[in-house]
């Protein structure tokens, strides 16, 4: 198995420490692996998201804090961030993934259950705000925002794959 270049691991290998360490992270596809592989930014702050998670500091609602991170973040675009923002935090040493309203297993990883994990009423977790300023540079309503148990408006199943293509 060839090996690979140290600063190059999986998704699975991210921890909080290494995230703190370097708070953005970009997918490189390693064909001879042939495995999804991570490598960190180190040019910060950016001012592209695509294909990155995006770590920092969340502020749940009942004032409290959590160390997580984002992908499908759009820095330009904030009307595609309540349907694609996907939202992972560290819930002791795991990383708790919250499933999106369109997402299959919305009614088993949904918003209830995360505050389940977190040992909270739903009210005490949402809304979750974020200020990724110290390492995104983009439209400050996507740079900062907040995460709603479910969006004010959710879309049809077409809408969302048009608005992925589109």
Known sequence: MPSRPSDLISVE???????????VWEFCNDDELGELMMSPVKTLPI???????????FRLADGS?????????????PETN????????FVGKKVQDLARYHDFNFSTRGPSWLAKQLGKKKEDVFPISYDLSNVAAGKPNCVRGVILEEPLEKLSRNQIIQMAVG
């Open 13 to 23: 290998e991210l921890t909080e420490a290494l995230l703190r360490q370097h708070p």
């Open 47 to 57: 001012s592209d998201a695509g294909n990155r998670l995006i770590s920092g500091e």
């Open 65 to 77: 804090g959590i160390f997580g991170y984002l992908g499908n973040l759009s820095l330009t675009k």
């Open 82 to 89: 309540p349907h694609f923002l996907i939202l992972s935090l």
